[in-house]
């Protein structure tokens, strides 16, 4: 069954530094999000994305954040200046179409130092 | 700001018996409604939905009811078998096929599927 991937599965990065999260949704899939878990709280929503552009960003997603579809396959996170309270588990989803289920990677697990 | 929410943080059930699993949600914009199960270091895989025009969706040993009056939804899963055990997140979104969903999820509850 196709599956979405998420790289690095850890990453480790000092405060203040930038790092790039990446995805590679379902190949046929057209819309691509971005949601984040804090440990010991519940998932949230990030941003959605659909036709190389943002449709909809929580606002959590400040000017410190960023998204990308580089190319045909990938689908990336920024963050440009990570603070200690961005640690956390993101996990990238897709969804065929607008109103299709979202399938979820495993998660990249971002701890700040 | 809780808009969804998942009273029972655990639930223990036998195998073979009947797991009942609940969800609030405050919104009355929410109109699609989804149960995610979670495994430990995986990301959620999604179950089942459904939408406010229904008030039952069966798929297998899943069955999710939905309440829209009292603002409630539950999962059923019959039989329950060990390989359940999970954290089950339930979550709402008002339906906009134009951008997608921006869930709200539940804060899980873990099901115990003992042999």
């Known amino acids: 069954e196709p599956e979405v991937t998420q790289t690095p599965s850890h990453q480790v990065t000092q405060m203040g530094q930038e790092v790039i999260l990446r995805c590679v949704p379902i190949?046929?899939?057209?819309?691509f999000y971005w949601y984040r878990q804090i440990l010991g709280q519940k998932v949230e929503f990030l941003v959605s994305?659909?036709?190389?552009?943002?449709?909809?960003k929580s606002e959590i997603f400040d000017d410190q954040f960023s998204v990308e579809r580089p190319d045909g396959s990938n689908f990336t996170l920024k963050i440009r200046s990570t603070k200690l309270e961005d640690s956390a588990m993101y996990f990238c989803?897709?969804?065929?179409?607008?109103?299709?289920?979202?399938?979820f990677g495993n998660g990249t697990r971002l701890t700040v130092t | 700001d809780q808009q969804v929410k998942q009273n029972s943080p655990s639930l223990s059930v036998q195998e073979g018996r009947i797991s009942i699993l609940n969800c609030d949600y405050t919104?009355?914009?929410?109109?699609?409604f989804l149960w995610y199960k979670k495994y430990p270091a995986e990301g959620p895989t999604f179950l089942i939905s459904?939408?406010?025009?229904?008030d039952k969706n069966e798929d297998g040993r899943f069955t999710v009811f939905l309440n829209k009056s009292a603002k409630h939804l539950s999962l059923h899963i019959v039989p329950s078998q060990p390989g359940d055990s999970a954290v089950y997140f339930c979550?709402?979104?008002?339906?906009?096929?134009?951008?997608?969903?921006?869930?709200?999820f539940g804060k899980g509850t873990s099901l115990l599927v003992t042999p």
């Open positions: 989803a897709s969804s065929e179409l607008g109103d299709s289920p979202l399938h």
């Open positions: 459904i939408s406010s025009i229904k």
């Open positions: 190949s046929n899939h057209l819309y």
């Open positions: 979550a709402a979104s008002p339906r906009n096929s134009n951008s997608g969903y921006a869930l709200n």
């Open positions: 994305f659909y036709n190389n552009e943002i449709s909809e």
């Open positions: 919104n009355s914009m929410f109109d699609y």
